[in-house]
């Protein structure tokens, strides 16, 4: 059975991921979930990314009226580890839909089953683009490109024109946090800028002065930007890599590093949105 989405599938699933992010908070609250549910739900969208959805429309008799229809929703995991993980989380991910699929005198979501995506060819590894130069010109066009979220741990982040592009994404509705060293640089800017978006300054415990040394950003929970490049004017004239990862099985690990990163400086000053 090919699981190729319809546009309706894709635009479907795009509206539940991104569900997971806009509303999290006034959702937690309604369903009576603990705070950590919020690291739990970038896990769950991540997953949800490596899936396709399937909506089975069945004519029957229903609860509301008779001539309706009954929409059952078939997530198909890449992997045994994300069915499992979706699976566990299957009872959020169903309240989520219904949010998402408000029911009407027409249809009405039924069930969701979370099952196996045994593979037909639609999803190829992707080769990552390599680049050496213009790194802040590409880093912005991803940027623009972000439709859902943009999750971001960068060592040393002092960059104007990287800042307001995220800004913009943020009163677009994107969900955007970024984690930053816990160095005078950056409280200095930060300090100093007004932005809405959330930064999170990770301090990291050791013997020694250790740093938050990371560069990798994460767009959509589908495509990872990382290399040597920190986001700050004077990288633009260092000798510096980037890499763009179109790959979401990528992407998922680097939102594992994030949330893991995110929990230890989770008692550190930080400017949550």
């Not at 479907?12 to 908070?25: C, E, P, R, T, V």
Request: hydrophobic share 40%; proline share 1%.
């Amino acid at each position: 059975m090919t699981t190729t989405m319809t546009r309706d599938e894709k635009e479907m699933l795009q509206a539940i991921i991104k569900s997971f992010k806009s509303q999290k908070k006034k959702i937690i609250r309604r369903i009576g979930l603990p705070d950590y549910v919020d690291e739990t739900n970038i896990l769950i969208a991540a997953s949800l990314s490596n899936c396709t959805l399937k909506i089975e429309k069945r004519s029957e008799f229903s609860h509301i009226n008779w001539n309706h229809y009954s929409e059952y929703y078939i997530f198909y995991a890449s992997n045994e580890e994300d069915k499992d993980f979706l699976n566990e989380k299957k009872d959020l991910i169903f309240d989520i839909c219904k949010r998402v699929r408000i029911p009407s005198d027409d249809y009405d979501l039924v069930s969701i089953d979370i099952e196996l995506n045994m593979f037909d060819g639609e999803e190829l590894e992707k080769a990552p683009e390599v680049q050496f130069a213009e790194i802040e010109k590409s880093l912005v066009a991803e940027i623009k490109k972000a439709q859902i979220c943009i999750y971001a741990a960068v060592a040393w982040f002092t960059n104007s024109n990287i800042a307001n592009e995220l800004e913009a994404k943020t009163k677009e509705g994107l969900d955007v946090i970024v984690i930053v060293d816990d160095n005078e640089k950056n409280k200095n800017y930060f300090s100093n800028h007004d932005y809405t978006f959330s930064v999170v300054y990770a301090k990291i415990a050791g013997l020694f002065n250790n740093l938050m040394h990371d560069k990798f950003c994460i767009f959509d929970l589908e495509r990872t930007a990382h290399g040597t490049y920190n986001w700050t004017s004077a990288a633009n004239y260092n000798r510096e890599t980037f890499t763009i990862d179109p790959n979401r099985s990528n992407a998922k690990k680097f939102a594992l590093e994030f949330v893991d990163i995110r929990n230890i400086s989770i008692n550190s000053n930080r400017g949550l949105a």
